[in-house]
Every structure is written in structure tokens, then in C-alpha cells.
């Protein structure tokens, strides 16, 4: 595919969105009430640090191996309601943003797998299109079970 979009741009602009998400974890985790909320955001925001180092790897040459399997999709982030990233008061509110940013992230890799030339860039945004996926459904099975205890 030609396009005045280069791999190297599209890369930087993965990366860029990776070091986004590590701030925004590590805003929620600052936020959070509860030491379990507060471990589990550090603990996402450290999955995001290893995303952009995969990036880096690949924008230095390196290959990485593409993810096969498809994750589970349970769609409660599609039937919630939007909340504010200025006003999160809750455990439920924070479960909320992080679902509908990892679904956008989900939908991002998926988006740049299909614009890159390289079959190394495209396996590379499938394998973190698919991370993406696991951590929104880890999100939305805490909201599932939230949601069952109260």
C-alpha cells in the first residue's frame, strides 16, 4: 500500500499512544482508594511500558511473533455510560474508562495492522491489538463481578 504515512511515523505514533496510557494508569493508580485498584493500575501501566518496548523493538528491526488467538469480547463496555477521565469517583467509574480506552487502543492496532507495508509491523499491531483485548476483558470480568456484589 502507498500512503504518505511512513512505518516510522506510524510507529512513533504507537509509541506516543503507549506512553499515554502509561500516565493515564499511573494517574488512576495515584487516584485510587483501595491498595488492590491502586497495585492492579501500576500493574496495567507496566503492561503498556512492555507494549511500547515492543514497539521500539520494531521500529530498530527486530522481529516479533504475531498473536493467533482471538480474545473474548463480553461488550459491557458498549452498554455503559461515558465517563469523564476529569471525574472519576469511583472504583466502577475508573473500570468504566479503562474498558472504553482499551477497546480504543483495540480498535487503534487493529486499524494500523492494516495500514503498514511490513508483514513484521502488521503482525506486531495484530499481537497488541490483542493484548489490548485481554486487558479490556479483564477490566470488564472486575466490572462483571463488581457489579454481582453489590
Not at 25 to 37: C, D, G, N, P
Not at 57 to 64: F, I, N, P, R, T
Amino acid at each position: 500500500m502507498k500512503s504518505w504515512i511512513s512505518s516510522e511515523r506510524i510507529l512513533d505514533f504507537a509509541i506516543a499512544e503507549e506512553e499515554d496510557a502509561v500516565r493515564f494508569y499511573t494517574e488512576l493508580a495515584e487516584k485510587a482508594v483501595h491498595s488492590a485498584m491502586k497495585r492492579d493500575f501500576l500493574l496495567f501501566a507496566e503492561e503498556e511500558r512492555g507494549h511500547r518496548a515492543k514497539l521500539i523493538a520494531v521500529k530498530e528491526g527486530k522481529k516479533l511473533q504475531s498473536a493467533d488467538e482471538e480474545v473474548l469480547d463480553l461488550k459491557i463496555s458498549d452498554y455503559t455510560v461515558d465517563v469523564s477521565t476529569d471525574n472519576i469517583e469511583s472504583y466502577e467509574d475508573a473500570l468504566v474508562v479503562a474498558m472504553k480506552k482499551e477497546k480504543a487502543a483495540y480498535k487503534l492496532y487493529t486499524k494500523l495492522s492494516g495500514i503498514v507495508d511490513s508483514e513484521d509491523e502488521k503482525n506486531l499491531f495484530k499481537a497488541l491489538a490483542q493484548e489490548e483485548a485481554k486487558h479490556k476483558l479483564r477490566f470488564e470480568i472486575e466490572y462483571d463481578d463488581m457489579l454481582k456484589e453489590n
